[in-house]
């Protein structure tokens, strides 16, 4: 089997994955007591109220018709294309749209998710070599000591400790939220088109410069690494550059028309940056700062332990004690020989960990009253909000599918064997 | 080959984007560096300017120790101007509030449908109702004009008028009158059949509510269906708050992101405007409120500080957290009795108390044995011991509660103590009669809600069930339920006795009484002779009347039982001690135009 069908195969098996949660989550959240039409009324309630409520959420449908309305929802073009974001039906208690709602609520666990995980994989790994580098030592026993008690203790308990420490007693980072109420959120970089001169002539002549440029120093790095470059390939880039060129410069145009163009990811220290606004950077990096050490710290653990365990078989093999031989620089061999050898299971750890990084992002988002996905999880579960938790729960399970998927494709892309 | 070719294709399309991205970008960089220089050479000009002064005044002077004079003199005019600057930016830092809470908007800022606490809190920062209640408080009832300046009402209260403060401006100009009030009432009623739920529904605006009529532009009257001695009290409630035409369709009003104006339909006729509001996943990210200069009593200097920012914590904890770290000024529900405590001790902060109006009662479902035996539940009424659970779970911050009325409140009686606290030898001798003894237990479940809807409840119920098995006559089952499975139970009639609670919509007995028969709590009892003098208590102005009428309410609902009332708690702030002006009186409400900073 070649790397592409191993993709193609692996794709489509995300499908049923995503459709058996789906249909268990839809299951689990009916069995459960409590009825969200109920909730609404803190007092009186007639009873023709509670079925006009119940047919308002489609809840008067036998449970099939339920679960097949959502199903067809989901795979709605037409909402996709009009929301940007697929139907993931109303909610149970706002009657807001779910996917809406998700969405604003991802970008701040996705924040949180990355930074933890850089967070956490440098760390480990930089620790897990440096213990197998003085095994038995006294280093290596700190270390491995450091990986099983971070690997042990609860998020919110070193959450709490960290608040405790920096927020009350030293007072240098805030206990919570996303960023601090001197400042506004960032809004992500906002081009008031009524730049350079702003038309479409000058806006076409500005990203065929940009675009002549960057393809210039791609071909001078081609002729560097004697690449051929034959004039089919020649062609092919020229007709993307040419396409690529006028639709931006008709999009960049048409928002010239608009007055301006938003560009914002939702992620506080990347918006700031496109803001160019240091002082919010600053204040969302402090922000940041506790929740994802808290939680980077708690996944540590784990690719300590085995990056230290890997590194140990790898340094005793042959080819290692050979590159010694010639003389190779230490730092070189440990880092350019041995834990690159060491690293593929260390790859695969990485996207599973993934999964147990979002559950530790509801606790986290919690302590922090950081506003996302897993908080929301939470606040909608006690209303019974069936929708939002399906949606939730989808978007979890998209978002871990989606990294396994990658890291499976990675290990298959570095050791063929896995595509035999 | 062709994979290179292609990834040649895909570098020079991200080439193409980069690039103008950043070139874009460098261009916001320049334009604000171009900004930067621009003050810097005003900045030099300035400097220039001074300097040339400076030596003026030594060429007039003529002597140089003269101009050295005169120079000290500039530096120290320069020193004091400086030191303005300064006491400027620290009174700039002052006319911002920020305030940490837990509580979150729970839908929308429509009165027309918001419910909630939090929803009402901000609706009345932003709004603007016909009269309202005089902070600090004590009974509820003394009301203020806000934006009707007087009203009087038939003898038989089914006609109310009322005059309208003149010259109250919209910001586009257009002047608040009589129309503005009726569309509102209008408007609220209109929207009932589509919004069940909503406030104005629950608070039956559309049965007491005749017609709404316009009498002259500055004077409004209103027909009522029965005489309804509460109405003064729901004027003075959110779900009465005046809407702007402009921005209230026939339709519920929700979040808009990015537009605050259009997420309320609500007047600009309050102290403060809402200026922002963010929400994610349906819950509130930030709230910050801007002094409103259209406000007509903006003259006399209120809002009395400028800016107010909310801030949304997850939980209890955190938010405590956060009023140490001093993340934020003040801190307004919900922290719990422990901390609260805590915080008292520690001279960094101020701690704020109210009047109790939160009630939580015991309720007993009658449908079946054994509670459908009204000496049962007297027998169990007797045997609750109040005052054990006042200090033990809330530290003295709750107080005994004896009848449903809360203490301070028209209507208030002690009707219960007729029954005492812990009172064994009564229970023992009364169940006796019905054959429960030592050897033969009266069993049953007590049930109480596990989710924090209540403060403490897991704490509480541990409590009544040792007092009432302390007569050793009872055996309880303590059972619990998350809000969602609570209330569906409640509806279900399965819990044999279970702790509900209460906070007023109104500051009216008229908000109390009704619990003790109340239909939503499906305890299968009902007692004519009390609805009888609960609405006769509703048609008449007659204060000692009323007062006679709830004590009687009172008197058959301790020979009942259907219903006990357990304790009244009120809320409490906390803020750091330079903040001042809060008002925690028995309305609950929290009026942050009158917050300022000492």
């Avoid at chain 2, 409840?457 to 055996?475: I, N």
Wanted: net charge neutral; proline share 4%.
């Amino acid at each position: 089997m070649g790397l592409r069908s191993y993709i193609i195969t692996r794709i489509l098996l995300t499908i049923p994955t995503l459709l058996l949660l789906l249909s268990m989550v839809f299951l689990v959240m009916r069995v459960l007591p409590g009825d969200p039409v109920a909730l609404h009324f803190e007092k009186k309630a007639e009873p023709w109220q509670l079925e006009d409520m119940r047919r308002k959420l489609g809840l008067d449908k036998p449970l099939w018709a339920q679960y097949a309305d959502y199903i067809l929802g989901l795979i709605d073009i037409n909402y996709f294309l009009a929301y940007g974001y697929p139907n993931l039906g109303k909610s149970m208690q706002t009657y807001e749209e779910v996917g809406g709602q998700i969405f604003s609520a991802f970008p701040a666990t996705l924040e949180l998710a990355i930074y933890s995980m850089i967070i956490a994989s440098v760390m480990g790994i930089l620790l897990g070599v440096v213990a197998s580098k003085s095994y038995n030592s006294i280093l290596d026993h700190l270390i491995r000591g450091f990986g099983t008690v971070t690997y042990a203790v609860p998020v919110f308990f070193l959450g709490i400790i960290f608040q405790l420490v920096f927020g009350v007693f030293l007072r240098w980072l805030p206990t919570g939220l996303r960023i601090s109420a001197s400042v506004a959120p960032p809004t992500g970089l906002t081009i008031i088109l009524s730049m350079p001169s702003g038309g479409f002539i000058s806006n076409f002549l500005l990203s065929s410069i940009a675009g002549l440029t960057i393809s210039a120093i791609c071909i001078a790095i081609l002729k560097v690494k004697h690449v051929k470059f034959r004039f089919k390939g020649f062609a092919i880039s020229l007709a993307v550059f040419i396409i690529a060129w006028v639709v931006y410069a008709y999009v960049s145009w048409y928002f010239v028309l608009k007055g301006k163009l938003q560009i914002a990811t939702g992620l506080y220290t990347i918006d700031s940056l496109l803001e160019a606004n240091p002082v919010k950077f600053v204040e969302s990096v402090k922000a940041l700062l506790l929740p994802s050490l808290t939680l980077g710290i708690i996944l540590s653990g784990i690719f300590v332990r085995l990056t230290r365990t890997n590194m140990l078989e790898t340094l005793r093999l042959d080819f290692v004690t050979a590159a010694k031989a010639r003389g190779l620089k230490e730092s070189t061999v440990t880092y350019g020989y041995a834990l690159r050898n060491a690293f593929l299971p260390i790859l695969t750890m990485l996207g599973l960990q993934f999964a147990m990084l979002l559950s530790g992002a509801i606790l986290t988002e919690t302590t922090f009253s950081w506003p996302g996905l897993g908080r929301y999880i939470v606040q909608r579960i006690s209303f019974r909000d069936y929708t939002a938790i399906q949606g939730a729960v989808v978007m979890f399970g998209l978002f871990v599918t989606l990294v396994s998927l990658i890291v499976d494709i990675l290990y298959a892309y570095f050791d063929p064997r896995i595509r035999l | 080959m062709e994979k290179i070719e292609l990834s040649i294709a895909v570098l020079v399309l991200i080439g193409i984007i980069v690039s103008s991205s950043t070139m874009y970008y460098t261009t916001t960089v320049m334009s604000n560096m171009s900004t930067l220089s621009g003050d810097m050479s005003t900045l030099t000009e300035n400097v220039l300017n001074l300097t040339s002064t400076v030596r003026d005044l030594a060429t007039i002077t003529g002597t140089l120790a003269e101009a050295m004079g005169e120079f000290t003199g500039t530096l120290a005019d320069l020193e004091a101007r400086l030191a303005a600057i300064e006491a400027s930016l620290a009174a700039k830092a002052k006319e911002t509030l920020i305030v940490g809470t837990t509580d979150s908007v729970e839908l929308t800022l429509d009165p027309a449908q918001a419910y909630d606490y939090f929803g009402w809190c901000i609706l009345q920062q932003i709004s603007g109702t016909l009269l309202s209640v005089k902070p600090n408080s004590t009974t509820g009832s003394d009301f203020l004009p806000d934006l009707a300046e007087s009203w009087n009402s038939t003898s038989d209260l089914t006609i109310w008028d009322f005059n309208l403060r003149q010259n109250v401006k919209f910001p586009d100009g257009t002047i608040f009158n009589a129309t503005h009030v009726k569309k509102s009432f209008d408007r609220a009623i209109a929207l009932i059949q589509m919004i069940p739920e909503g406030a104005p529904a629950g608070l039956e605006y559309d049965k007491f509510i005749n017609r709404t009529e316009v009498v002259s532009t500055y004077k409004v009257r209103f027909y009522l269906n029965y005489p309804f001695s509460p109405f003064l009290g729901i004027l003075a409630c959110r779900s009465s708050a005046i809407v702007d035409p402009t921005y209230a369709p026939n339709a519920q009003v929700n979040y808009t992101a990015g537009d605050a104006r259009a997420s309320t339909p609500v007047a600009f006729v309050g102290p403060y405007y809402l200026s922002h509001w963010e929400r994610v996943g349906g819950r509130d990210i930030e709230i910050r409120l801007d002094k409103n200069p259209y406000y007509w009593n903006a003259t006399s200097g209120y809002p009395k500080t400028k800016t107010i920012i909310f801030r949304f914590y997850s939980d209890a904890s955190t938010l405590r957290l956060a009023v140490e770290a001093g993340d934020v000024d003040m801190a307004f529900r919900h922290i719990t009795p422990t901390d609260v405590l805590d915080l008292e001790d520690n001279p960094s902060f101020k701690v704020w108390w109210g009047t109790g109006t939160f009630v939580q009662y015991l309720c007993f479902q009658e449908k079946r044995a054994p509670f459908n035996d009204t000496r049962v539940r007297v027998a169990v009424a007797a045997a609750l011991n109040r005052s054990s659970v006042c200090q033990t779970v809330f530290l003295g911050l709750a107080k005994p509660l004896y009848s449903i009325i809360p203490l301070g409140m028209l209507g208030h009686t002690e009707a219960f103590k007729k029954l005492g606290d812990a009172n064994y030898t009564f229970t023992r001798s009364l169940l006796a009669t019905l054959g429960y003894n030592e050897t033969h237990k009266l069993t049953f479940d007590l049930w109480y809600e596990s989710s924090g809807h209540y403060p403490m409840s897991a704490e509480q119920a541990l409590l009544y069930k040792g007092a009432l098995e302390a007569s050793g006559v009872m055996q309880i089952t303590l059972k619990s339920a998350e809000w969602a499975s609570y209330k569906l139970n409640r509806d279900n009639e399965i819990m044999d006795a279970f702790v509900y609670g209460w906070y007023p919509d109104y500051v009216d007995p008229d908000d109390y009484a009704f619990l003790y028969w109340a239909t939503w709590l499906h305890l299968n009892y009902n007692n004519a002779t009390q609805t009888a003098l609960y609405d006769e208590a509703r048609a008449t102005t007659n204060l000692t009347r009323r007062t006679e009428l709830y004590a009687q309410i009172d008197n058959i609902a301790v020979e009942q039982c259907s219903v006990v009332p357990l304790y009244a708690s009120g809320a409490w702030a906390v803020t750091k001690p330079t903040v001042d002006g809060i008002y925690l009186d028995i309305t609950q409400d929290m009026r942050y135009w009158l917050i300022y900073f000492k």
